[in-house]
C-alpha cells in the first residue's frame, strides 16, 4: 500500500514537473505583469496624490499673495505651480486668481498672460471658458474688440453659452451696434435660468435698449 501511494505522488510529481517545464515560463511572465500593473497603478496613485498635496499648498500660497496684494509674489507662485503641476485643477484656479490679482496691481500684460495659460493649457473647459471670458474683458478695456471677437469664437461647454453671448454683446455695444449687441443679449437671457442672478444684469441691459424682457419670456413659452 505504502509503495502504490509512492508511486502515485511520483506519478503527480512528474505530472507537475512536465506542467510546469511546459507553461512555467508562461505563468512567471504572466504573474509579473499583473503584480508588476498593480505596484504601478498603486504608485501611480501615490504621485497622484503627493502631486495633489503639493499643489495644493502651493495654491494656499497664491492665495496668501491675493490676500496681501503680493504681485511678484504671485508671480513667482504661478510660475512655480505652471511649472511642476501645470496638469491639475489647481494650476488652473491659480492661474484664474493671479489673473484678477496682476490686474488689481496693474500688472495687465501679467494678467493677460496667466489668463491666456489658463485658456489653453487648463485640462477643464469650464476654466478654459472662465479665462477667456476674463481675457474678453480686458480687449474691451484695451478697444482691442476684433481680439476679443475672435476669442469669443472659440467653443465652451453648454452652460457657458449664454454668457459669451452677454460678453459678445457688451463688445458690440462697445463698437457701437445696437442692433447686434441686442440679439446677443436676448440670446443671453433666453439662455439663462430665471433662478440666476446674473440674469438681473441682462435685463438691465436689454431695458437699456428698450427691450422688455416680458416679451421674450412669452416668446420663449410659445417656442417651448
Known amino acids: 500500500m505504502a509503495k502504490h501511494l509512492d508511486l502515485e505522488e511520483q506519478e503527480q ?3 507537475i514537473k512536465h506542467f510546469w517545464a511546459r507553461y512555467g515560463n508562461l505563468i512567471t511572465w504572466v504573474l509579473i505583469a499583473v503584480f508588476g500593473s498593480l505596484a504601478a497603478w498603486n504608485g501611480w496613485n501615490y504621485w497622484q496624490r503627493s ?3 503639493k499643489a495644493a499648498a502651493l495654491y494656499d500660497e497664491m492665495e496668501r499673495a491675493a490676500v496681501a496684494s503680493d504681485a511678484e509674489r504671485m508671480e513667482r507662485a504661478l510660475s512655480d505651480m505652471k511649472e511642476k503641476f501645470g496638469g491639475t485643477t489647481f494650476a488652473a484656479q491659480g492661474g484664474l486668481l493671479a489673473g484678477k490679482t496682476l490686474f488689481d496691481a496693474g500688472k495687465t500684460d501679467g494678467a493677460r498672460a496667466a489668463l491666456s495659460w489658463v485658456a489653453e493649457k487648463a485640462s477643464d473647459d469650464a476654466y478654459k471658458a472662465v479665462a477667456r471670458l476674463r481675457l474678453v474683458a480686458l480687449d474691451i478695456e484695451a478697444k ?9 469664437e472659440a467653443p465652451v461647454p ?6 459669451v453671448a452677454d ?3 457688451d463688445v458690440f455695444m462697445a463698437l457701437g451696434k445696437t442692433e447686434e449687441a441686442k440679439a446677443q443679449y436676448q440670446a443671453a437671457w433666453l439662455g439663462l ?15 437699456s435698449l428698450g427691450v422688455s424682457v416680458s ?7 410659445v417656442a417651448r
Do not use: I, M, N
Open 193 to 207: 435660468s430665471d433662478r440666476a442672478e446674473y440674469r438681473r444684469l441682462v435685463e438691465v441691459k436689454l431695458a
Open 167 to 169: 460678453r459678445r454683446g
Open 158 to 163: 453648454k452652460s457657458f453659452e449664454p454668457l
Open 13 to 15: 510529481l512528474d505530472q
Open 144 to 152: 482691442a474688440f476684433d481680439q476679443a471677437l475672435k476669442t469669443l
Open 215 to 221: 416679451s421674450l419670456a412669452t416668446t420663449a413659452e
Open 51 to 53: 502631486q495633489a498635496t
